[in-house]
């Protein structure tokens, strides 16, 4: 995700596996990754996020679900753009309304088919490393890009 943003010079303010707890929800959550996008100006060289004061993330990322977060727990909190990795495929979900609604292209990155370019890179990961893999991710974006 990070190398999407820079390739595609999108300002940002990643907040890592940040715990959000808010008055809209008895527990925290705590995504893999989240980012600030429209928002980061407001939350750039901020340390914590107090959701009683601050926006929720613009894209929350949960990744390999073990214990599932439920999707209305992220609606509470207002985070726009859901994406979860699990059972080997990318969903995107957008919150509209009240509820999510799973779509196929990102608003983040219109023009990108990002499920087929994370199954790319993933597939690329387990063939012959992570390491060699990311080179390579950043080298097809590029590719993307040019055309």
């Known amino acids: ?17 940040t715990t959000f ?23 750039g060289g901020k340390r914590r996020v107090n959701l009683n004061f601050d926006p929720p993330p613009d894209l ?20 726009p753009e859901l994406w979860r990795y699990e059972k080997n495929q990318l969903q995107i979900y ?6 999510y609604k799973e779509v196929f292209t990102s608003p ?5 088919v990002i499920q087929d370019l994370v199954a790319e890179v993933l597939t690329q990961s387990r063939d012959i490393v992570r390491i060699p893999a990311l080179p390579s991710f950043r ?3 590029r590719e993307i890009l040019r055309s």
């Open 60 to 79: 929350a990322i949960e990744v390999d679900v073990t214990s599932k977060t439920q999707l209305n727990v992220y609606g509470n909190l207002g985070v």
């Open 21 to 43: 707890k808010g008055k809209s929800i008895k527990s925290g959550i705590e995504p893999d990754r989240c980012f600030y996008i429209e928002n980061h100006a407001q939350m």
């Open 139 to 141: 080298k097809r974006i």
């Open 94 to 99: 957008l919150l509209q309304g009240e509820e």
């Open 1 to 17: 995700m990070k190398i999407l943003l820079d390739k595609l010079e999108i300002d940002c303010e990643c907040f890592g596996s």
């Open 108 to 112: 983040t990155f219109p023009g990108l």
